[in-house]
T-cell receptor, first 113, second 111 residues
Framework: EAGVTQFPSHSVIEKGQTVTLRCDPISGHDNLYWYRRVMGKEIKFLLHFVKESKQDESGMPNNRFLAERTGGTYSTLKVQPAELEDSGVYFC???????????FGNGTRLTVT | QKEVEQNSGPLSVPEGAIASLNCTYSDRVSQSFFWYRQYSGKSPELIMSIYSNGDKEDGRFTAQLNKASQYVSLLIRDSQPSDSATYLCAVTESGYSTLTFGKGTMLLVSP
């Protein structure tokens, strides 16, 4: 069984540019989460999809961040325009249901210069 | 503001020793507690979950929970060099919904 895959593994962009991160959850997992870890801080929740619907987006930092999960399969997280403070590691996780453990991807390391 | 506090370490122990990792949390309504292991550049991996006061053992790992003191710990017996990683404590109000993580404790097990 393939795990949660994230693409790209690394991204370096300039301030003001746009970046799109992709997450492919484990097949059949309805729940998909985005988390972020910025330098020196803890991993923080961004949002939660159940299938294609946003269940909880209380952790999204501002309107420069847009997450989608069209069709309830893979998800994208777009940052537009990127700022220096957006640098960090973005993790995606999926689970079969709310009582099942989260499976995390290896993350996308985003560097904004 | 929900907070989970961990000593960042590194915690250094010799091979074969017991490693003790600690975590405190601020939100009294927290009901579910998890320990994740993360190797450098890899994904966090769930190694233990605990929901009620007391001890829970799984192989070389024991999780301990004290809700009155808002304290959860992880003991690793017979530590191995392969246990060297960052250990993340996470809590949530129920199930596996929104996890609140600590910053993690780096464990170094020397041969």
């Amino acid at each position: 069984e393939a795990g949660v895959t994230q693409f790209p593994s690394h991204s370096v962009i300039e301030k003001g540019q746009t970046v799109t991160l992709r997450c492919d959850p484990i097949s059949g997992h309805d729940n998909l989460y985005w988390y972020r870890r910025v330098m020196g801080k803890e991993i923080k929740f961004l949002l939660h999809f159940v299938k294609e619907s946003k269940q909880d987006e209380s952790g999204m930092p501002n309107n420069r961040f847009l997450a989608e999960r069209t069709g309830g399969t893979y998800s994208t997280l777009k940052v537009q325009p990127a700022e220096l403070e957006d640098s960090g590691v973005y993790f995606c996780a999926s689970s079969q249901d709310l009582s099942s453990p989260l499976h995390f991807g290896n993350g996308t390391r985003l560097t904004v210069t | 503001q929900k907070e989970v506090e961990q000593n960042s370490g590194p915690l250094s122990v010799p091979e074969g020793a017991i490693a003790s990792l600690n975590c405190t949390y601020s939100d009294r309504v927290s009901q579910s507690f998890f320990w994740y292991r993360q190797y450098s550049g890899k994904s966090p991996e769930l190694i233990m979950s605990i929901y009620s006061n007391g001890d829970k053992e799984d192989g070389r790992f024991t999780a301990q929970l004290n809700k009155a003191s808002q304290y959860v710990s992880l003991l690793i017996r017979d530590s191995q060099p392969s246990d060297s990683a960052t250990y993340l404590c996470a809590v949530t109000e129920s199930g596996y919904s929104t996890l609140t993580f600590g910053k993690g404790t780096m464990l170094l097990v020397s041969p």
